[in-house]
């Protein structure tokens, strides 16, 4: 089974909206943390945000936030108030607290329109 | 810090030749890791290691070599390119351990190659 899936290959949204992108996790370690990256089209690799699986909260930076929902084992991300500059691939990441592979999701390519 | 190198930025090979792709980091970070990027395929873990003369493979190590003889330096090795090897290729490092598990990994800026 895949440990990160990420269902959405494609997204567009409208400047100044906000957006949810989705990301669902398989695991049975009861410690793990959970990672957004962004990739704009320059190739390099950006981290956003982490949520580990303890924290009570949702985790936020900024114009990102993380929709925890452990239960359904989800770990969306949002981002507010979208900008021209969020056009980017954006990829979901666990790391298992008793391994130490990175597991990562296959992306979701995000177009902010004018 | 200059953070996680890797070199060269661009390669083109020919089919069955043999090359070596280097990756540095100056943040004492036992864990390092190469991916390889192909279109609608995220990333897909090709060697990693948890400290030097330690190393393991991922999910697609078949063609690549790798050695962890320093805790900087994590050198990639394609023994005979193939033109399924052609791909952007992702160096990686991490704090490792008991509990370290909310650590981000940190990324080189990629190299892509080319293999005809």
Request: a negative charge; aromatic letters at 12%; glycine letters at 10%.
């Amino acid at each position: 089974a895949q440990k990160i899936t990420q269902t959405q290959p494609g997204m567009f949204v409208q400047e100044k909206e906000a957006v949810t992108l989705d990301c669902t996790y398989d695991t049975s370690d009861p410690s793990y943390g959970l990672f957004w990256y962004k990739q704009p089209s320059s190739g390099e690799m950006i981290f956003l945000i982490y949520q580990g699986s303890y924290d009570q909260q949702n985790a936020t930076e900024g114009r990102y936030s993380l929709n925890f929902q452990k239960a359904r084992k989800s770990a969306n991300l949002v981002i507010s108030a979208s900008q021209l500059g969020d056009s980017a691939m954006y990829f979901c990441a666990m790391r298992e607290g008793s391994g130490n592979q990175f597991y990562f999701g296959t992306g979701t390519s995000l177009t902010v329109i004018p | 810090n200059a953070g996680v190198t890797q070199t060269p930025k661009f390669q083109v090979l020919k089919t069955g030749q043999s090359m070596t792709l280097q990756c540095a980091q100056d943040m004492n970070h036992e864990y390092m890791s190469w991916y390889r990027q192909d279109p609608g395929m995220g990333l897909r873990l090709i060697h990693y290691s948890v400290g030097a003369g330690i190393t393991d493979q991922g999910e697609v190590p078949n063609g690549y070599n790798v050695s962890r003889s320093t805790t900087e330096d994590f050198p990639l090795r394609l023994l005979s390119a193939a033109p399924s090897q052609t791909s952007v290729y992702f160096c990686a490092s991490s704090p490792t351990g008991t509990g370290l598990y909310y650590n981000e990994q940190f990324f080189g800026p990629g190299t892509r190659l080319t293999v005809l």
